[in-house]
């Protein structure tokens, strides 16, 4: 059974950081790339970081510069680690897996990150 566990989420002041981690679990980690999406509220899910089996990274949108993302192949997981946080970037943060060669696509149940003082 496929499965995506995030954890790390929570309240954080503006200015703080935050590490998000994923675990996952019954497919072929090293063989997909693994990515952190955010979806402020009353908004659409985007992607924010991407990392592929390899270790090659991409950022995207405004939070650039304050993430890294980073995985370890032996534990299976991933983690985001998000730094000078500002209010703006509040909503539920889902970790995704996608096959590199395949149809296989997985999505976490989410967890919520909010920044207010």
């Known amino acids: 059974q496929v499965q995506l566990v995030e954890s790390g989420g929570g309240l954080v002041q503006p200015g703080g950081s935050l590490r998000l981690s994923c675990a996952a679990s019954g497919f072929s980690f090293s063989s997909y790339d693994m990515a952190w999406y955010w979806q402020p509220p009353g908004k659409q899910r985007e992607p924010i970081a991407i990392?592929?089996?390899?270790?090659?990274?991409n950022y995207f949108n405004a939070m650039k510069g304050r993430l890294v993302i980073s995985r370890d192949n032996a534990k299976n997981t991933v983690t985001l680690d998000m730094s000078s946080l500002k209010p703006e970037d509040t909503g539920v943060y889902y970790c995704?897996?996608?096959?590199?060669?395949?149809?296989?696509?997985?999505w976490g149940q989410g967890t919520q990150v909010t920044v207010s003082s």
């Open positions: 990392i592929t089996g390899s270790g090659t990274t």
């Open positions: 995704n897996a996608e096959e590199v060669v395949g149809p296989g696509m997985y």
